[in-house]
């Protein structure tokens, strides 16, 4: 987001504000509107109609649009006037004024019975409709073939391992193609659903292959690799849990992982940042587990407070971060830190949306020029050799061509459903996918549901092209080896 002002404002000369440093940042200013509409349950779009008239002011924003002073100011007295009158009439302060951080936002924003995904049921659908998760554990399983891991484990982190669907999937590739070898396995995750999903694939792999380490993490992108949290108060709450699992059985060690679920309920709790609305954990928390008749032979790779390595083989990152995020948020918060901890031949594998299909066309349809996708993969490969300055020598930057980057998954339906008639459960389940992939906020949505405009263009887009695809693409960062 720009502020401009007024012809001679500031002394600009050629009428453009000139930066101050008290002048409010985007975030701050969306933050501020985005906890307004959180407090007031008021959708976005209403906000800004309101305001300015205009109900695509914050998405514009959002995107990076510029705003006038006298925006701004229209925002903040709107705010201002709002806030107090909210407050008078219940006696509180408004929770949006409150300045609030780190652990602390989350205490103090997450609100009872708080759920990391607010869409939790369409996150559920999209997985259960969708080939994504397995074209995607398909494309990352290619790249085993480029490593050449050197003892005493194969090291991987997994950026957002999710329910650990794909993750799993990795896993059984790994197996076939490094069937006696250690594998040390990093997966961070934010969300206690996720965490609890995941392991419970995560018996069938440990008896398997059970020369496995597995942790599981809520720390955030600059942390995780480390599994060192960055600041001095996150480190004095780290909660560090290893779990030895006994017997030799996938049967046992699922049970004995169900019986972490209070632990993970009390713990693996997070909220969202009242600045950037990103989550934020409670309080770090590292869990382990290991299979304890492999204990000598894990030793050497089971990480412990203050002895951590990261020097990963390989690094997935898959969808890490929201499609509308900043290219420089992208590449400095997220991809940096994690190209960084690669060891010398480790790759890093990132795959996002790349919209061009269908399902953009819905999407289209029902919100004009909405366009979440705005940042293919060559910016984001531009943006991490800025972030990595003089170090980007040590590094390869590998977009590929389209043919060789792009992929294609598909919603799964019988041969007949969009033939003809298109029955309700098959548009419900399209037009879930399409606002899923380019992450509709829920306030966006109550706008259209109220009539079935949305379900008649998803039937005209199903019409059109038989079905309903998606296009993802990838990248490729690998460091250098070392010379001989």
């Known amino acids: 987001m720009r502020i401009e002002g007024s012809q001679g404002s500031n002394g600009g000369q050629n009428g453009h504000a000139q930066p101050a440093k008290s002048a409010p940042t985007a975030e701050q200013i969306l933050g501020e509107i985005r906890d307004f509409c959180r407090e007031t349950r008021m959708a976005e779009s209403t906000f800004g109609r309101l305001v300015v008239n205009d109900g695509k002011l914050v998405s514009r924003l959002r995107d990076g649009a510029r705003i006038t002073t006298g925006t701004l100011d229209k925002v903040r ?3 201002a006037e709002h806030r107090s009158a909210s407050s008078e009439a219940t006696g509180q302060p408004s929770p949006a004024a409150k300045p609030l951080n780190g652990a602390g936002a989350a205490n103090a924003v ?3 019975g708080f759920r990391f995904f607010d ?7 999209f997985v259960s409709t969708c080939s994504e998760k397995s074209e995607v554990g398909n494309r990352i399983s290619l790249e085993l073939g480029n490593l050449q891991p050197a003892p005493p484990a194969l090291r991987i982190f997994d950026a957002g391992v999710g329910d650990g669907t794909v993750l799993s999937r990795v896993m059984r590739a790994v197996h076939a193609r490094f069937p006696t070898m250690p594998l040390y396995v990093v997966a961070k995750e934010i969300s206690y659903e996720d965490v609890r999903l995941m392991l419970e694939k995560m018996a069938d792999r440990l008896f398997e292959h059970p020369a496995t380490v597995l942790v599981v993490t809520n720390l955030y992108y600059a942390e995780a690799p480390w599994l060192t949290p960055r600041s001095v108060t996150s480190a004095q709450g780290l909660i560090w849990k290893d779990v030895t699992l006994t017997g030799n059985t996938a049967h046992g060690f699922a049970e004995q992982i169900g019986e972490l679920e209070g632990f993970l309920a009390e713990n693996w709790r997070a909220g969202i940042s009242p600045t950037t609305g990103n989550p934020v954990y409670q309080r770090p928390v590292i869990l382990t587990l290991r299979r304890e008749d492999h204990s000598f032979l894990l030793d050497p790779i089971m990480p412990r407070p203050g002895r951590v390595m990261a020097d990963y ?15 420089e948020f992208k590449a400095s918060k997220v991809l940096t830190p994690l190209v960084r901890s690669l060891r010398p031949g480790g790759r890093l594998i990132g795959i996002h949306s790349h919209g061009k299909d269908p399902g953009i066309e819905i999407i289209d349809q029902v919100w004009p020029g909405d366009d979440p996708f705005k940042t293919d993969r060559y910016a984001i490969l531009r943006q991490v050799k800025h972030e990595l300055g003089a170090a980007a020598r040590h590094y390869n930057f590998n977009a590929s061509s389209d043919a060789r980057s792009i992929f294609r998954y598909r919603m799964h339906t019988l041969p007949d ?9 098959t548009l419900f389940a399209a ?3 399409a606002i899923y992939v380019a992450q509709i906020e829920d306030n966006r949505l109550s706008e259209v549901v109220r009539d079935g405009r949305y379900l008649e263009a998803t039937d005209r887009v199903l019409k059109k092209h038989g079905g309903l695809w998606f296009n993802d693409e990838t990248y490729v960062i690998s460091r250098r080896r070392a010379p001989a």
């Open 431 to 433: 037009w879930n996918a």
């Open 77 to 79: 007295a709107y705010l």
């Open 417 to 425: 459903e969009v033939s003809g008639p298109i029955g309700t459960s």
């Open 119 to 125: 869409n939790r049921q369409k996150y559920l659908l």
């Open 313 to 327: 083989d390989l690094v997935i990152a898959s969808q890490p971060y929201r499609a509308r995020a900043s290219v």
């Open 110 to 112: 997450a609100p009872p």
